[in-house]
């Protein structure tokens, strides 16, 4: 009986421009929460053992950083992720709701394997558009920082800067890492996230879920993808840096960290990524929600 029950009830789809909006506004207030963390595993993951080492560990980055700068310094490069991180949103969610209403069932029910695709074809598409060029510009800038006379006076004019030394492909170093990193990170997010939703709501597709428990879910799928694929974020973080010459592509840039700097190179800012992450998955899969639930009321798509 609650089989068919379930049968029965066919699970709401969600307007994509409904999540293309919802997704925006999710990931500005993100940002602005969880930067400082951000800060924090890029400088450790430049921080290369052959300058020697600079910062001891998160404690004296943070230590160091507040010391020189001031806590605004743990906030510099803050603007180009924050221009970059409400569309990067707006085209993960809304990538994600287009594939998702596609690939769902006859009841509306999209299973864990179909929301890993999902996740794969957002993940993809957000690299390309978005977040390789903004996560170049945020490297370069905080990378800038810590060199002797900074050069960048702010986003716009670190931007014109990039562009005219380097030209458009200054904001494209990386592609191949950040695609690869993009990817497995939504696809693994979006896997978890199916898989537990559709644990929680068993045979009852519109069952709603308490932000709470939402957000515990995007804990735990945010931890995933970390252990999944920091080592794509390391190679990614160096491709992208001031000093990205020196790899002729990603392969080689993943044997030299291999060859000079051994394994445990490719996990470092592992803790703070993985307190950031997780917070920073948490906090917008809430929001997410909590905006689409308000915008199904003021905005009829049926």
């Known amino acids: 009986m609650t089989r068919e029950r379930g049968a029965a009830s066919k699970a709401k789809l969600t307007h994509p421009g409904k999540a293309i909006l919802a997704g925006g506004i999710a990931g500005g207030i993100e940002i602005c929460i969880t930067f400082p963390t951000e800060y924090v595993k890029t400088q450790l993951q430049l921080d290369e053992k052959a300058n020697p080492p600079r910062y001891r560990g998160i404690t004296d980055c943070v230590s160091q950083t507040v010391r020189h700068h001031g806590v605004k310094g743990l906030y510099r490069g803050l603007s180009s992720l924050l221009y970059g991180s409400i569309p990067k949103s707006a085209v993960r969610f809304g990538v994600f709701e287009i594939l998702s209403n596609q690939m769902k069932d006859e009841f509306g029910k999209l299973d864990s394997t179909r ?8 993940g993809v598409m957000e690299a390309v558009l978005i977040v390789c060029p903004m996560e170049t510009i945020k490297v370069k ?6 060199s002797a006379n900074p050069k960048y006076r702010g986003f716009f004019h670190g931007v014109r800067e990039i562009v005219r030394t380097q030209g458009i492909r200054g904001t494209y170093q990386g592609l191949t890492a950040t695609v690869l990193k993009q990817g497995s990170n939504q696809a693994i997010r979006f896997f978890v996230m199916t898989s537990l939703r559709n644990w929680y709501k068993g045979d009852n597709p ?3 879920i308490n932000p709470i428990i939402t957000g515990a ?9 970390v252990f999944g694929n920091t080592p ?10 001031l000093e990205a010459h020196k790899y002729k592509s990603t392969v080689d840039c993943a044997m ?7 394994p445990a190179a490719f996990y470092k800012g592992t803790v703070p990524r993985l307190g950031r992450v997780c917070l920073d998955v948490a906090i917008v899969f809430i929001i997410y ?14």
């Open 217 to 225: 879910f995007g804990a735990i799928a945010g931890a995933a993808s």
């Open 141 to 146: 800038f905080i990378h800038d920082q810590s």
């Open 256 to 262: 030299k960290i291999m060859r000079h700097e051994g």
């Open 115 to 122: 929301g890993l695709v999902c996740g794969l074809g957002a």
């Open 206 to 208: 519109n069952k709603s």
């Open 289 to 302: 929600e909590e905006v689409v639930k308000v915008l199904n009321k003021v905005w009829k798509t049926d």
């Open 232 to 241: 794509l974020d390391v190679i990614k973080t160096r491709m992208q840096g």
